[in-house]
Structures are given as structure tokens and as C-alpha cells.
T-cell receptor, first 112, second 114 residues
Framework: KQEVTQIPAALSVPEGENLVLNCSFT??????LQWFRQDPGKGLTSLLL?????REQTSGRLNASLDKSSGRSTLYIAASQPGDSATYLC???????????FGGGTRVLVKP | NAGVTQTPKFRVLKTGQSMTLLCAQD?????MYWYRQDPGMGLRLIHY???????AKGEVPDGYNVSRLKKQNFLLGLESAAPSQTSVYFC?????????????FGPGTRLLVL
């Protein structure tokens, strides 16, 4: 069974600081790993998808790395803004069963 | 193109009542999923479908049933609601199950069982 852990559970930073969000998973047999953003009371929006053969993926101020062998992924958000305040969830797509497993999320608050 | 929509947005039930949650997608996706999200528990998979007419159990299927009679719709049923089913329910879909596809989520249904 895939276990996904996200550390820290919550993070508060002043505007402009870089954010580092960590995700670890126990089963390295994955197709890909997705990072999602969830705003309060809303659904999930996909931010980045890293295939198992990739080491990192970038989109604007976001960069996600993947170390499949050690079961770790990190999401970096550069020069944070108050609009980045949300909960960020990682979800490895496990090969067995072809399903996503979600971590508990990291709740981020960026203070102006 | 509405993406993934869910009906209703919010519902209050009494213990023992039944209801059906509707998920619809207009992206011609084959795979559809139902999750529940509880504080401190993350999203947990209830049931999923890999195509019209198919369904399969996820991580927490007890107390729920599903049907996929049409490719664009995935229904989640609660036959006899219990307070433990108070949660936020999310539907999601993806084209197939390949490694390059993003999973798309609906806005959620908040269910309160008294």
C-alpha cells in the first residue's frame, strides 16, 4: 500500500520568500507524480506532473523535483506571493492499481 | 467546455436517508473517480471506473455504491447515510491511465449527515 507524507503540514512565510514543500512516498513503482493546489472550499487544480522518467518539471515560478528511488518529491515556489496561499497536495500515481494516492497536504500562508 | 461538474454543491441529510451525487464530465474521459476528503485524512478513493459500464472499489468503498451507465456521468449513491459519511466529496476524471495525463477535479459536494 502506498503511504504519502507531506512535511510540513503548515507553513507561514513573508511575501517574497521561496517556499519548499516536501513529499515522501513508500512505493517507488509509480507512473508519475502530480502536485495539486487546493483553495479553501474549492476543488483541486493540477500544477505540475512529473513522469517517472523525469527528474524535474518547471512551470513559471514553480519547480518540482522527483527522486523516485528514494521516494521523494519537492515543490519549490520562487518569490512567493499572497496569491500562493493555499493547500498543496502531492499524489504519486502508483503503477499497481493505476490510481493516485494523496498526501495530507501542506497549508501555505504567504503574508503581505 | 465545463470540465468536471458536480451536483449538488451542498446537502444535509438525516441518518438513514439516501441520496445520489452526480458527476459529469464533457472531456470524453474514460476514467472517473470518487474521493472523499476529511480533515487530517487527505483524499481517499471511494470507487472508480475505467470506462462506461465498469466500476471498481477503491480504498474506502463501504456504504457507497456507484454506477457508470453513460461515459460522461459517474453517480455515487448513499443508500443509508451515516454521520461518518459527513465529508466533502470530489469527483475526478482523466482521459486514460497513461503516465502523461493530468487528473481533473470537480468543485466538490459538501455533505452533512445529522
Amino acid at each position: 500500500k502506498q503511504e504519502v507524507t507531506q512535511i510540513p503540514a503548515a507553513l507561514s512565510v513573508p511575501e517574497g520568500e521561496n517556499l519548499v514543500l516536501n513529499c515522501s512516498f513508500t512505493d517507488s513503482a509509480i507512473y508519475n507524480l502530480q502536485w495539486f493546489r487546493q483553495d479553501p472550499g474549492k476543488g483541486l487544480t493540477s500544477l505540475l506532473l512529473i513522469q517517472s522518467s523525469q527528474r524535474e518539471q518547471t512551470s513559471g515560478r514553480l519547480n518540482a523535483s522527483l527522486d523516485k528511488s528514494s521516494g521523494r518529491s519537492t515543490l519549490y515556489i520562487a518569490a512567493s506571493q499572497p496569491g500562493d496561499s493555499a493547500t498543496y497536495l502531492c499524489a504519486p500515481h502508483r503503477a499497481a492499481g493505476n490510481k493516485l494516492t494523496f498526501g495530507g497536504g501542506t497549508r501555505v500562508l504567504v503574508k503581505p | 467546455n465545463a470540465g468536471v461538474t458536480q451536483t449538488p454543491k451542498f446537502r444535509v441529510l438525516k441518518t438513514g436517508q439516501s441520496m445520489t451525487l452526480l458527476c459529469a464530465q464533457d472531456m470524453n474521459h474514460e476514467y472517473m473517480y470518487w474521493y472523499r476528503q476529511d480533515p487530517g485524512m487527505g483524499l481517499r478513493l471511494i470507487h472508480y471506473s475505467v470506462g462506461e459500464g465498469t466500476t471498481a472499489k477503491g480504498e474506502v468503498p463501504d456504504g457507497y455504491n456507484v454506477s457508470r451507465l453513460k461515459k460522461q456521468n459517474f453517480l455515487l449513491g448513499l443508500e443509508s447515510a451515516a454521520p461518518s459519511q459527513t465529508s466533502v466529496y470530489f469527483c475526478a476524471s482523466r482521459l486514460f491511465g497513461t503516465s502523461i495525463e493530468t487528473q481533473y477535479f470537480g468543485p466538490g459536494t459538501r455533505l452533512l449527515v445529522l
